[in-house]
């Protein structure tokens, strides 16, 4: 951790927040993550090692608080810890209202299957087990298919065939699904210009714009729109 030798709080702040990841590890924890795993899937581009790290000066610094359980470790905020859910909010706003432009090498597939995932909204989801299958263009072949499968009490995401069958395809690149996702791109317009495709029963391809909410910051306005599709 960096000393920066001075009494200023926000350099004290930046002492702990600004190692590389380590925000983005807190912004997995004020998400709900509290496994090692769970933490990583948010973060997969982090050595596992490294995370290990990190995760254990957050505890020292009493920002987390790990303890062990029969399955592993379970790590959660302290006060401390959760104050930092409006930092991180503050900083995602900004992100999004300023900071738009996207790379290639910021269309991550893994994060955004993670992400969608855990917005699923489990009371807009027809009875019984719902299986999505998303096929993302031009991804890596490792990170091309994924597999939802949705029900009314939880959602997990799956990077191989989970043998349940398929009751609805997504088919669009990275791209598409990302600025769906961050509010850039209206769903409607995804499907009429064919950048998304949906194919399976007429009420499920109806349906399945109601399961997801949104990024939380898809709603932040911007100074302009910007539609890169």
Request: charged content about 25%; overall charge negative; some cysteine.
């Amino acid at each position: 951790m960096g000393e920066y030798g001075q009494f200023c709080p926000v350099a004290k702040a930046a002492e702990v927040l600004d190692e590389r990841w380590t925000l983005l590890v807190v912004r997995e924890l004020v998400a709900g993550s509290t496994r090692f795993n769970d933490i990583h899937r948010g973060v997969p581009r982090m050595s596992r090692t490294l995370l290990t790290k990190r995760l254990r000066t957050l505890v020292d610094q009493g920002l987390i608080t790990r303890r062990e359980e029969r399955q592993g470790p379970v790590y959660e905020l302290t006060t401390a810890g959760n104050e930092l859910a409006a930092v991180v909010d503050v900083i995602g706003q900004w992100g999004i209202r300023w900071l738009s432009s996207l790379s290639d090498e910021d269309l991550d597939p893994a994060l955004l299957m993670w992400d969608m995932h855990r917005r699923v909204d489990l009371g807009a989801l027809p009875p019984g087990r719902t299986v999505l299958a998303v096929v993302l263009d031009h991804a890596a072949p490792q990170l091309r298919n994924w597999w939802l499968v949705l029900d009314q009490h939880e959602a997990d995401v799956c990077d191989y065939d989970p043998g349940f069958g398929t009751d609805l395809t997504m088919q669009a690149s990275t791209g598409t699904l990302v600025r769906i996702w961050r509010g850039e791109l209206g769903w409607d317009d995804a499907v009429r210009t064919s950048r998304l495709e949906l194919r399976g029963p007429s009420e499920l391809r109806r349906q399945v714009r109601t399961w997801f909410q949104l990024s939380p910051f898809a709603t932040v306005s911007r100074p302009e729109a910007r539609d890169a599709g």
